[in-house]
């Protein structure tokens, strides 16, 4: 009978927890909804020069002494909300160094991912009210896309949900304007790009005849002859006779006439191509002859990829949305640079396959020929590995699961859902075929597993296989790839503000293990897509521990400046300090010392990359700094992706990597970065970090084989003149490459906005040296507005051209092919009643409105406006179907 009471009575006290659980998780349920529904955030940048104006920045850690206010602002648009179990996360790419409120906290958890929690002194989100939270915050924010997206509210045993007015890409609808607060310094002598100084920028571009641009070519040529006649293809079509290109090359070319309206037809216009490396002086893929006459076109190349190449210049000559033309010429032509590539990191956020194959299709348009494919990342493993299955359903995911045991805690505005890019991956068949793809438009695919820093997604993803499998009581098994010693203690920070489980182990036999194991399986669906790997990409940037650099100081030392961070520098490790395995390596003298580590590595790695039958290996340059030279590494060439800031000393840094042996891919920030704004402007998405802006001009005008030579064409991230000189040889670029990371890029519309008109102006640098470029001369001094070394008044008719022909022809293309390029926003200013306007590409159509944007009209000529109307201007794509940001005139 006892027994049978202890049941009765068990069973009712377990009907009343569950009972107890499920009103409370209904409660808790309701309050994240009435949150996500009834709030709105707004987030408002108050001082980005806070230092200035007596916050003492340095005692609060800030990084280089640097700090700014702002202020959170949620407004309760219902009914008051009293309950306080709850907690709103959000992204912020800025750490919160204070927060000046006694109603709230807010922690960091982990990257960029915050949570906002009421103290006991919050009392209630007033009914129709407004309460604010004061935050002072690390560096500056000088742009709207600082602001990330999709806050979300939690509480126990609810599900999370997205604070409505937050889910969105328009960053204005919970961003304030920036305004004034665009500036990084006091002394920032940037220009804010209004109508009026987009105008100015624009006046020295005037706009060209089409027979000016009859027989232009991009990317230019290296010599070309164009001749007197227009050959018609509207009615006959072309014959391809391309027997010596492979059939799979040969779809490609004919698919892309058909797309420019051009039928093949036997009885059309013959291009008949042949081999003959003879007929070239110089060993150089992708070289070629061609001869476009009245009655054929003929090309002689030197390899497969010359003929793929000539047939692209035919392409480029047929205009869009036209009747399809080609003009007679001669053309005498190779590659500048082996390597022309383009960098796509895939980590942060992630872009679809059908976003990578328009990306490759353009670059095959403009003789892009490297797609450095960055594969993983801490917020994200994004390539399906057989017998791994967690680092793509924990490591490819996101969503809100604080143990991280079934995904990767949000980041980068994903929100507490997977529905997102921030999650998804490259199914195995995906891969194989974007290598496919790929090779059929002679594109090499270079994948890169970032290692041993910038590995959290993998790390956390291998932790989670490792508890599964002690659970299953596999210890041997659990143990072959796990990527960190549960000895280390170390106390890190990486850049974007992850810990010590953002490093690999570089000190495991199971770290090296893992290496193996994933360059096997990717080596092993390039095989299968016919593009055995040529290139294998270690990655290896930023492996240390910021609040070690040069921004910071110790707390203790004797003499501190306001301008740098003070912390307690003894609580700072660097990565894997205090692992027993790394220890172990240093004391048997395998290694010099712990930051020695990530060069030790990378050689350990090239030694698998070779056994793999792979002789070249890639890097960010930082990655093997501490590697005596090219030749300390086991495979036969090392390349390295330069990416130092020119004004900081990358014009003289680079000699160094070069006259180590290493091949030298220019990559720099300050130039070929395109997640940088395209202009001055916090309506503009990008980072600022390194330069202001990277615009087509800019881009155009950068001298990759001549870097001191920029200094007379382009000023520094404030907008002051630098100057610049090489101290040792040269021996040259191996080649160009331009990158989009995607931390805050997370749509693939967005992707294209950043990547495109600007990958033209790279695959023209990358393909071809311009008359005003100079040659290298060692100890020459250059500086803007002082020395005369570059032919300005070349350079600026060679821009002319270029812009002309993006503007006139181009865009059209990119029209066509359904890219979501952007469109740049028209100068104008008022002239003596007048309304003047102008663009940075002519030929694109500009508007203008007099009622506020509720109409519009075509800019053809100055038109006279009553000053007193509020008069707006944007643009128009060439197809008609999209128009840029429009401004008001002030």
């Given at each position: 009978m006892n027994s049978l009471k202890t049941t009765?009575?068990?069973?009712?006290?377990?009907?009343?927890?569950s009972t107890a659980m499920s009103t409370t998780a209904v409660a808790s349920q309701a309050t994240v909804d009435t949150l996500s529904q009834q709030l709105k955030v707004n987030y408002h940048v108050i001082d980005n020069h806070a230092a200035n104006h007596g916050v003492d920045c340095s005692s609060l850690g800030g990084d280089w002494g640097a700090c700014n206010k702002a202020t959170i602002s949620l407004t309760n648009d219902g009914p008051a909300i009293t309950d306080n179990n709850w907690a709103i996360y959000f992204s912020s790419i800025r750490m919160i160094l204070a927060v000046e409120t006694d109603q709230f906290t807010i922690t960091h958890l982990t990257g960029d991912l915050h949570k906002i929690e009421p103290t006991e002194k919050f009392t209630a989100f007033p009914e129709k009210g407004t309460i604010e939270i004061p935050i002072i915050g690390e560096y500056w924010q000088l742009s709207e896309s600082d602001v990330i997206p999709r806050w979300y509210v939690t509480s126990e045993g609810a599900k999370p949900k997205v604070i409505n007015n937050t889910n969105t890409e328009t960053l204005s609808d919970f961003v304030s304007p920036i305004g004034q607060q665009w500036q990084r310094t006091p002394d920032d002598h940037n220009v804010l790009m209004t109508p009026v100084t987009r105008f100015e920028r624009n006046a020295d571009v005037q706009k060209l005849s089409a027979s000016t641009l009859r027989g232009q070519i991009i990317p230019t040529p290296t010599h070309i002859t164009v001749g007197k006649t227009n050959i018609a293809l509207d009615k006959t079509g072309v014959n391809l006779q391309l027997k010596s290109l492979n059939k799979a090359s040969q779809a490609v070319l004919s698919k892309q006439f058909q797309q420019l309206g051009v039928k093949l037809s036997d009885k059309g216009y013959k291009i008949q191509a042949s081999i003959d490396p003879t007929q070239f002086e110089n060993t150089v893929s992708g070289a070629y002859l061609l001869n476009i006459s009245d009655k054929q076109a003929t090309i002689t190349a030197y390899d497969e990829s010359g003929i793929f190449y000539a047939v692209e210049s035919i392409l480029s000559l047929i205009p869009a949305g036209e009747k399809p033309t080609i003009t007679t010429a001669e053309i005498n032509d190779?590659?500048?640079?082996?390597?022309?590539?383009?960098?796509?990191?895939?980590?942060?956020?992630?872009?679809?396959?059908?976003?990578?194959?328009?990306?490759?299709?353009?670059?095959?348009?403009?003789?892009?020929?490297?797609?450095?494919?960055?594969?993983?990342?801490?917020?994200?493993?994004?390539?399906?590995?057989?017998?791994?299955?967690?680092?793509?359903?924990?490591?490819?995911?996101?969503?809100?699961?604080?143990?991280?045991?079934?995904?990767?805690?949000?980041?980068?505005?994903?929100?507490?859902?997977?529905?997102?890019?921030?999650?998804?991956?490259?199914?195995?068949?995906?891969?194989?075929?974007?290598?496919?793809?790929?090779?059929?438009?002679?594109?090499?695919?270079?994948?890169?597993?970032?290692?041993?820093?910038?590995?959290?997604?993998?790390?956390?993803?291998?932790?989670?296989?490792?508890?599964?499998?002690?659970?299953?009581?596999?210890?041997?098994?659990?143990?072959?790839?796990?990527l960190v010693d549960p000895t280390d203690t170390s106390n890190t920070t990486t850049v974007q503000f992850y810990d010590r489980r953002s490093y690999l182990n570089p000190c495991l036999d199971s770290s090296k293990r893992f290496v193996d194991?994933?360059?096997?399986?990717?080596?092993?669906?390039?095989?299968?897509?016919?593009?055995?790997?040529?290139?294998?990409?270690?990655?290896?940037?930023?492996?240390?521990?910021?609040?070690?650099?040069?921004?910071?100081?110790?707390?203790?030392?004797?003499?501190?400046?306001?301008?740098?961070?003070?912390?307690?520098?003894?609580?700072e490790d660097h990565p894997w300090a205090k692992s027993q395995a790394c220890q172990a390596l240093v004391a048997q003298g395998t290694v010099h010392d712990i930051e020695h580590l990530p060069s030790y590595f990378a050689i350990e790695v090239s030694k698998i990359i070779k056994d793999h039958g792979i002789n070249n290996m890639q890097a960010w340059q930082d990655g093997v700094k501490y590697a005596e030279n090219a030749q300390s590494f086991a495979v036969d060439q090392v390349r390295l992706n330069f990416w130092d800031t020119l004004y900081w000393g990358g014009f003289d840094s680079a000699n160094d990597w070069a006259n180590k042996g290493y091949q030298v891919i220019i990559s720099n920030p300050d130039y070929v970065y395109f997640d940088f704004p395209y202009e001055i402007n916090p309506k503009e998405h990008g980072y600022y970090w390194a330069t202001r802006f990277n615009d087509e001009r800019k881009i155009f005008s950068f001298a990759p084989n001549n870097l001191p030579q920029n200094a007379e064409t382009s000023k520094d991230r404030d907008g002051n003149v630098f100057n610049a000189k090489g101290t040792k040889d040269w021996p040259g670029s191996y080649g160009l490459s331009a990158q989009l990371w995607s931390e805050i890029v997370r749509t693939d519309k967005q992707m294209e906005y950043m990547m495109y008109p600007r990958l033209l102006a790279v695959a023209e640098r990358a393909w071809h040296q311009s008359d005003w470029e100079t040659p290298y001369v060692k100890d020459r001094e250059y500086k803007l507005g002082e020395t005369q070394y570059v032919d300005q008044t070349t350079l600026l008719n060679d821009w002319t051209r270029f812009a002309n022909l993006i503007g006139q022809r181009e865009l059209a293309k990119l029209d066509l092919a359904g890219i979501n390029y952007r469109l740049p926003i028209p100068g104008a200013k008022w002239v003596d009643g007048k309304l003047h306007a102008n663009i940075a590409f002519p030929g694109l159509t500009i508007e203008y409105s007099l009622d506020k944007g509720k109409t519009w009209l075509t800019y053809s000529q100055d038109v006279t406006v009553n000053q007193q109307d509020q008069v707006m201007v944007r643009s128009r794509a060439a197809d008609g179907k999209r128009t840029s940001r429009a401004e008001i005139v002030e």
């Open positions: 009765l009575l068990s069973g009712v006290i377990t009907a009343l927890l190779a590659p500048r640079f082996d390597y022309r590539g383009i960098m796509l990191d895939t980590g942060r956020n992630f872009k679809s396959k059908q976003a990578v194959l328009k990306l490759l299709d353009q670059m095959s348009h403009y003789k892009l020929n490297k797609f450095h494919f960055h594969l993983s990342d801490d917020e994200g493993w994004r390539i399906e590995i057989p017998d791994l299955p967690e680092l793509t359903s924990v490591g490819g995911q996101r969503c809100h699961d604080l143990s991280e045991q079934s995904c990767l805690l949000p980041q980068l505005g994903s929100g507490p859902d997977s529905d997102n890019l921030g999650s998804g991956y490259f199914s195995r068949d995906d891969y194989i075929e974007i290598v496919k793809y790929a090779k059929d438009r002679f594109i090499e695919v270079i994948p890169e597993i970032d290692m041993p820093a910038h590995a959290r997604a993998a790390i956390i993803a291998m932790e989670a296989r490792y508890n599964r499998l002690m659970a299953e009581g596999k210890t041997e098994q659990a143990n072959e790839f796990r194991k994933i360059i096997t399986e990717i080596a092993k669906m390039h095989s299968e897509a016919g593009q055995p790997i040529a290139v294998w990409h270690f990655g290896g940037d930023e492996a240390k521990n910021i609040r070690l650099g040069n921004g910071y100081q110790d707390i203790n030392a004797e003499e501190k400046v306001t301008w740098k961070g003070t912390i307690d520098q003894s609580k």
